[in-house]
């Protein structure tokens, strides 16, 4: 079987030859081996320089888009906060223009004794009584009788028109737990009108109009600030008044409501009598409670500059935190521009 020997000096070569063959082999297999180890070693620096920027760049890119994404939602949040702003400064106006009615009702023993101006016209007064208990006598005959009333008459000029007014202005009830009562009767002689009906006008208090130093005057503006009714001829008009106390912006109203019930009268005078028309009307409270109403404005303005203030601040700080985002930003483009150049540098 054959062998391949390995090269060998042989005895008719020099020793020195043999010598300077051998070094020269292995000086070129270290050489060759240097080389591919360096070559290597560039290639592995080369993949890894090359990870790290693609990661870097990855990263930045991601913290980019994070960052405008949070520029984003802080500017929605921040158009919301001005849209919550403005809607509170509109409700809080809006409430402030128009307040809220309160209604309250406040029992009492007793009334003030209410002013009743009659406008009789041509009727004449017949009886002025006072009565308990719903109680009214009967033998109503249309003749005079005494009058327990307390009846002042005021003459004063129509503030509407150009004509002069005659008032009986009397004192109405005041005891509203014993239903206490005021009965008024009038006659008038038959007249060519089909119909009759005489006027009459409630104000807040009698003793205003008698303490006042010009009657007439109070009589006019009563007039322009209070309603005016009226009740017919034939009939029992039964009124009962409620009070009405309006406080508001500074000033404060009285007026009266009532309730009025009609009741046929069955007149059984003589023929010969009932040329004359008769009236009766009934004033009467209706219960011992004073209907307060005021104006309750609901806007809280300490309410609204909380909510103002925590709008501005959340405002503030959106601001803030987006002016730093996008100084973190063109910060973070500035390095990543940099390394760009210093590795375009090192490829040149």
Not at 12 to 34: I, K, L, W
Not at 161 to 185: C, M, S, W, Y
Not at 278 to 296: A, G, N, Y
Request: aromatic share 12%.
């Amino acid at each position: 079987m054959l062998r391949k020997e390995a090269p060998r000096c042989y005895q008719e070569f020099s020793d020195e030859d043999c010598g300077r063959a051998s070094v020269s082999h292995q000086h070129n297999t270290d050489a060759a081996q240097d080389q591919d180890e360096a070559s290597c070693d560039a290639t592995s620096d080369d993949v890894m320089d090359n990870n790290q920027i693609s990661t870097a760049f990855n990263k930045a890119c991601v913290k980019n888009v994070f960052t405008v994404i949070l520029v984003f939602s802080y500017l929605l949040l921040s158009a919301v906060a001005a849209f919550l702003a403005y809607q509170t400064i509109s409700d809080f106006l809006e409430k402030l223009n128009h307040p809220v009615m309160s209604v309250s009702y406040k029992e009492v023993e007793e009334f003030a004794p209410p002013g009743i101006a009659l406008y009789p016209g041509k009727a004449q007064l017949l009886s002025c009584q006072h009565h308990y208990h719903d109680y009214i006598p009967p033998g109503l005959t249309g003749q005079s009788k005494e009058n327990n009333c307390v009846i002042e008459q005021v003459i004063y000029s129509d503030p509407y028109a150009n004509h002069t007014r005659h008032a009986l202005v009397v004192e109405g009830p005041t005891d509203v737990r014993n239903r206490e009562l005021l009965f008024l009767q009038f006659s008038q002689n038959e007249t060519e009108e089909d119909f009759s009906a005489i006027s009459y006008m409630l104000f807040a208090q009698f003793s205003d109009m008698t303490e006042s130093s010009d009657k007439a005057a109070f009589m006019r503006d009563c007039e322009r600030n209070y309603s005016m009714w009226t009740f017919s001829g034939g009939f029992r008009t039964w009124v009962k008044m409620s009070l009405v106390r309006t406080s508001g912006r500074g000033n404060e109203s009285v007026e009266f409501r009532q309730e009025s019930n009609v009741v046929k009268y069955n007149d059984r005078r003589p023929p010969q009598e009932k040329t004359n028309e008769l009236f009766f009307v009934v004033f009467q409270w209706r219960d011992p409670f004073i209907q307060q109403v005021k104006d309750i404005v609901t806007a809280n303005p300490w309410n609204t500059i909380a909510i103002l203030c925590g709008v501005f601040m959340a405002l503030f700080k959106a601001a803030d935190f987006a002016k730093l985002s996008i100084k973190w930003m063109i910060k973070i483009r500035k390095r990543s521009r940099r390394a760009k150049i210093r590795e375009m540098n090192q490829i040149s």
